[in-house]
């Protein structure tokens, strides 16, 4: 049976689970309320993208104005930073898919309605709350997975920058025994980068989201807006922090090692 219900119900007392929310499968393949919501979240990317394509005018409106300034200024930023045309022309779609997907994702999981409504699993004292969606990013898989993503990028554009050989000599070197120390180091650091992404985004939406359940549980109406208005700061500054991390590790990927 399906039902409206919040997970911090009094009856049930304040419910946090690390695990994600299984709704059902598809050819066997668990279908989670993160993995909704994220669908859910590229929907709403894709229908502004073809709302606005479709809204082209060469006197721009406000909202086409407002778009072409935010991309036109992130875009002089990425160029600045990478000096190289050719490589912001290469990379600032990776990166603002990135930044936008993060933050649609961050802000869809503060909808109202998210982690509230669902359906009860189970009879009894052995049911439990389903909700249909949840906030993506308190899936460590979606972050790791997000995380994966832009290692991939750094290391490509490592590689076509120096080449594999080049690229690879960072990190496996037997110049010399402190070289071979060094390039270890190196590798180990990198592998870290992957471990640090994803953890820094799971660990901030999940406390995030844990704290406004508490405060939903204990304090309602009242202490949970003021959480609310600075959980959306945060989702857009981890959505920032990701993209711009990778901008400067793709930086330091590309640059030649001394």
């Known amino acids: ?25 598809i050819g066997g393949l668990p279908i989670t309320a993160t993995l909704l919501t994220s669908w859910l979240a590229m929907l709403m990317i894709v229908g502004f993208a073809l709302w606005q394509r479709n809204r082209l005018q060469a006197v721009p409106g406000k909202v086409q104005n407002a778009t072409e300034a935010v991309i036109g200024g992130l875009y002089n930023y990425v160029r600045d930073t990478l000096e190289s045309e050719h490589m912001a022309q ?27 409504i669902g359906f009860y699993e189970g009879h009894g004292g052995d049911s439990h709350f389903i909700p ?18 832009a290692m991939v990028v750094i290391q490509f554009a490592g590689i076509v920058a120096l080449g594999a050989a080049k690229y690879g000599g960072k990190f496996i070197n037997f110049s010399s025994p402190l070289a071979f120390v060094v390039g270890i180091i190196e590798l180990i650091s990198e592998l870290g980068r992957l471990v640090s992404f994803s953890f820094r985004l799971f660990g901030n939406i999940f406390a995030g989201k844990t704290l406004l359940t508490v405060a939903i549980f204990f304090v309602p109406f009242v202490l949970p807006v003021p959480i609310l208005a600075y959980e959306v700061f945060v989702g857009f500054i981890q959505a920032g922090v990701f993209a711009f991390l990778t901008l400067i590790f793709i930086k330091m990927a590309v640059a030649e090692h001394h």
Do not use: C, R
Not at 1 to 22: C, D, N, Q, R
Not at 99 to 108: A, G, P
Not at 132 to 149: E, G, H, S
């Open 132 to 149: 249909f969606l949840y906030p993506p990013a308190t899936d460590l898989n979606i972050a790791i997975a997000f995380a994966f993503v």
């Open 90 to 116: 290469k990379y600032f779609p990776v990166l603002m898919t990135i930044f936008l997907f993060l933050l649609v994702m961050n802000w869809t999981g503060l909808l109202p309605g998210v982690t509230s």
């Open 1 to 25: 049976m399906f039902t409206l219900v919040h997970t911090a119900h009094a009856a049930e007392g304040i419910s946090v689970k690390l695990a994600p929310y299984v709704v059902g499968h």
